[in-house]
């Protein structure tokens, strides 16, 4: 080693000396040193073709090798091998950051490379509003719409087992994020909803599960606050007497339609969720509901009203008895 290191310095003098004593190599040596430097620099320019206001997708587990050949494949950078092996000398053996990149103008391979790796991504966080009364399937739509990387059958697969506690609201998601991190995120908002609450749910005498089955009924089947309550007191006045809850909005679950106007063959459909043929709850949530909603279960109008239906008018109708409610729909309805 300590040869090596003599080697090395007496090696600077003698090119040196090398050098004025021919002056030509001086231009030798100059003209090599730019040619290295031209060449290091045409190897990092972006492609003539580079496809300005372009998007590439990085998916997560994605190897260097693919994110390399993933952006030359979409034109933004020329040599893949190149940033492959910048790559993997920067420690990203296995994957990139992954999410949506935007490349507006080009850029060198150098810059590409440094985004990839501190997951810079040129996009800002994306906006999703989720409302009141969405089902899981629902939001897999709005969300494959956001994300073109995250199929609805994925989301509907990784967010089934939560309907009900996806929180409703209006989220900023990184460009990064998955099917996994998005519903994280909406069951931590959730759960932050629900502590203020969680004196009220422990008197209330249900669970918490109960809590939002009901709501998730009342989401749908109303929709002002003091109608959310009186429904809210209907339905636990089934519960009471052991009626059947005859919830229509179920059949949209069942469906997966808009629609809550069951047929005369929908309402003998066999299924758990079908409350004109089962008493009792659903065995779950059919959408996740609001605060309110989940409020007015919680805080319900105490009434002797077991039957409501909303007519034409836009309104909702309150009946005792069943010869009352058979007045309200043809009163309302026809």
């Known amino acids: 080693m300590q040869i090596l290191k003599r080697y090395s310095r007496a090696a ?3 090119i040196m000396s090398s050098a004025r004593r021919h002056p030509k190599l001086w231009i030798v040596l100059l003209t090599l040193g730019i040619l290295v430097v031209s060449g290091c620099y045409l190897l990092l320019l972006p492609p003539r073709n580079f496809p300005t206001e372009s998007t590439v997708a990085i998916k997560y587990g994605a190897s260097a090798s693919l994110v390399a050949q993933t952006l030359a494949d979409a034109q933004v950078i020329v040599h893949p091998e190149l940033l492959q092996l910048i790559l993997r000398f920067s420690g990203v053996h296995n994957q990139a950051k992954a999410g949506v990149y935007s490349f507006p103008v080009p850029e060198n391979l150098l810059t590409v490379a440094y985004r990839l790796i501190t997951g ?5 966080s994306i906006r999703i509003t989720f409302p009141e009364g969405m089902s899981v399937r629902e ?14 059958k994925e989301f509907i697969s990784a967010g089934q087992s939560y309907e009900g506690y996806l929180f409703p609201d209006t989220y900023f998601f990184p460009p990064s994020a998955d099917a996994a ?8 908002n959730f759960d932050a909803k629900m502590a203020p609450l969680s004196n009220e749910i422990r008197s209330s005498g249900y669970s918490l599960s109960d809590i939002i089955i009901l709501s998730s009924l009342v989401e749908k089947e109303a929709r002002t606050n003091t109608d959310k309550r009186i429904v809210a007191g209907i339905l636990f006045n089934r519960l009471r007497l052991g009626m059947p809850l005859q919830v229509d909005a179920v059949f949209g679950y069942i ?9 005369l063959a929908d309402l003998k459909v066999n299924s758990p969720y079908n409350t004109y043929i089962h008493t009792g709850l659903p065995p779950g949530p059919i959408d996740n509901p609001g605060l309110n909603s989940i409020e ?16 034409k008018d836009g309104l909702m109708h309150y009946a005792t008895t069943y010869a009352g409610h058979q ?6 309805l026809n």
Not at 120 to 124: K, L, T, V
Not at 256 to 261: E, G, I, L, Q
């Open 139 to 152: 939001m897999a739509t709005e969300i494959a719409k956001a994300y073109p990387s995250i199929s609805t």
């Open 120 to 124: 810079a991504y040129g996009i800002p």
């Open 296 to 311: 007015a279960v919680l805080n319900p109008i105490k009434t002797k009203y077991l039957y409501y239906l909303t007519g």
């Open 327 to 332: 007045f309200n729909l043809k009163k309302y």
């Open 255 to 263: 469906y997966n339609r808009a629609t809550y106007s069951p047929s």
């Open 12 to 14: 600077v003098p003698t």
């Open 181 to 188: 991190s998005i519903i994280s995120a909406m069951r931590a």
